[in-house]
Every structure is written in C-alpha cells, then in structure tokens.
C-alpha cells in the first residue's frame, strides 16, 4: 500500500495545526505515508500540543497505521496509513483543546471507511481559535450533508477554557463517493435566530444580556425580522467549568446559513460578547455570498467574476473547488 512518502512543510499557510490535520487526513484517505517538518512554527508554542496528538493518535488508530515523532513539543512526524476501518475510537485532548478540530481531521477519513464509526471527542466544545461546536451541529452540519451523507452529532458534556472536561459523540456511516453541490443562489434572509449560554458560576443575566445586545445590534440593521435568540443556562450534568457566549444564526429562503458566534472571557463585558456575535453575522451577511467566512476557506478554489449580467453588477464572484473524486475502496 506504501507509495512514495509525502513531505509537507508545517510552516506554511499560516503556520498553525491545520496544514498537520489537512495534510494527516489526506494520507489516511490516499494511503500515501507522510512527512510533516517545522509543526506549528508560526506559533509561541512550536511543535504538537496535546489537542494535535490525540487527533494524530486517533488517525493513526482508525487506520492501523504507523506514527513517529509523536510526542508533546515535536515538530517532526512521520506516518505511515493503513486501510481504514471502522468502529468506536476515542480523542482525548485532555485540554481545553477544541473537539471540532478533532473532528476535521477524523471525518473525511471514517466517511472513507470500511464500515460504520462512532468517535468519542474530548475536550473543549466552546473554545477560542476554533469553530464553537454550536457552529459544526447548526451550520456546517446542515451544510455539508448537502455532499450526500448524514452523521450524528450528541452533545454529552460540554468543556470550556481552560479546564475543557467536554464530550461529543460523532456517529456516522461510510458512504462509495461525495456528490458535487452548487451554492450560488443566497435567497433573502428568511429567519435569525441563536443562542446566549453561560455554564457554571455565571449569573443567568450575563446569557440574558448578551442576547438583549446582540439583538439590538441586528436590528439597527435588519428591521423587518423576528430575531429570536434564547438565553440558556447550561444544567449542571452537561457542562463542566464556568463559560458563556453567544452563536447567532441566518437562514436564507435557498436554505444558506450564516454565523456570528463570540465567547466570553474573564473581564470582558456581557453585551460587547453579544454585540461581536451580532457584528460579525452581519459582516457576513453584508459581503452577499452564499456561506460565511468559515465555511469558505476549507480548500483550494479557483476564483473568477461572474459572468451573469445580474452578479456582474454587484460584483460577483464564482468560487469552485476541484475535488480529488474519492471513491471508497472498501465498498
């Protein structure tokens, strides 16, 4: 199965885990063995944290590969896949490291899988420098069963900086090949909703004002809409540390989805988490394209004008992505 070894630079893009994970997944799903130098060089803290280790280790796991190099601090691995198989495989980030960036490494494997996969994540579910997993369950999830698959996504627990502490079970079944989608035709924003948490020691009002706030934010803008954001208290069994924030969702006539999510953090007033949240959905909705900015920077895309009449007027641009056209060799 080993063909010639792949070597990627880690330094590149902008010099952070996610060339380790694209890079990581992209072997698995080719069986190509994998060099990765200078890991994380672009950061404070170079090399592999423990959130990257676990989601390695787990890769390694679902395949029955090889991993060398795998150590806290490392900036050199080597791995080597094997066919990948299904069945019940565990991360424990053992941080506040975010489970959804476990998942971005894992998914595109087990969805190339020999058979069915349920994969326990651990860690943070609502932590900074990653997606909220608010953001994966009612946006990206949505989305990306548009290519033809469906997955499960249970909330047991959830974690927050720094102590994390939180689970997410992801179930899903192997599919023969992904269908291309189109996402060109944006609608009208049909409905606006989201929600303000706190969890722990955190008074129900700072979750009650994050929404008031956000809420006045959107409608300075959009005037004609119900925005219907729920303050929630987190219960006790299903969150563990203290932490509050906010996701706001747009839902367009076509069935887009757009997201302004913010966090809380020790010092930081209730209403401006809320009123970033709102700033930033809006900032997405401004710009007139058919996803947000965190669901359009996952590949590489070629980009061109528009060349229908009506886009070219408000200058439109067609963004496509090639796909390399996997087919699961074990079904």
Avoid: W
């Avoid at 890079?23 to 190509?32: F, I, K, Y």
């Avoid at 944006?186 to 909703?193: A, D, F, M, P, W």
């Amino acid at each position: 199965m080993a063909g010639q070894r792949v070597e990627v630079d880690g330094g590149i893009m902008e010099g952070g885990g996610q060339i380790l994970r694209v890079s990581t997944a992209l072997s698995c799903l080719l069986g190509l063995p994998l060099r990765v130098q200078k890991i994380r060089a672009g950061r404070s803290t170079p090399g592999l944290r423990p959130q990257h280790l676990s989601g390695l280790e787990m890769i390694r796991d679902l395949c029955d590969g090889q991993l060398e190099g795998a150590e806290i601090g490392s900036t050199e691995i080597i791995f080597t896949p094997e066919k990948i198989k299904g069945g019940i495989h565990t991360a424990d980030t053992k941080t506040a490291g975010s489970v959804c960036l476990l998942m971005q490494v894992s998914m595109p494997c087990v969805l190339f899988a020999a058979s069915p996969s349920e994969l326990r994540l651990k860690g943070g579910t609502n932590a900074e420098m990653a997606p909220q997993i608010d953001y994966t369950a009612m946006v990206f999830k949505p989305i990306v069963e548009k290519f033809g698959f469906q997955f499960n996504c249970d909330i047991k627990m959830r974690g927050y900086y720094p102590k994390g502490g939180g689970e997410v079970i992801v179930r899903m079944s192997p599919v023969k090949q992904l269908n291309p989608i189109n996402l060109t035709d944006r609608g009208s924003v049909t409905k606006i909703y989201g929600r303000a948490f706190v969890a722990g020691v955190l008074p129900f009002k700072v979750a009650k004002d994050m929404a008031a706030a956000a809420v006045r934010c959107i409608r300075k803008e959009i005037r004609d809409l119900y925005v219907n954001i729920q303050p929630v208290q987190e219960p006790k069994d299903q969150a563990f540390g203290n932490g509050n924030g906010i996701i706001i969702i747009a839902e367009t006539s076509t069935g887009c989805l757009f997201a302004g999510s913010s966090l809380g953090k020790r010092g930081v007033n209730a209403d401006k988490v809320g009123i970033e949240a709102a700033e930033m959905l809006l900032a997405n909705l401004r710009h007139g394209g058919a996803v947000d900015e965190y669901l359009q920077d996952q590949a590489k895309f070629s980009v061109k004008k528009s060349e229908d009449e009506e886009d070219a007027a408000k200058d439109a641009y067609i963004i496509e992505c090639q796909g390399i056209g996997m087919t699961n060799p074990y079904l």
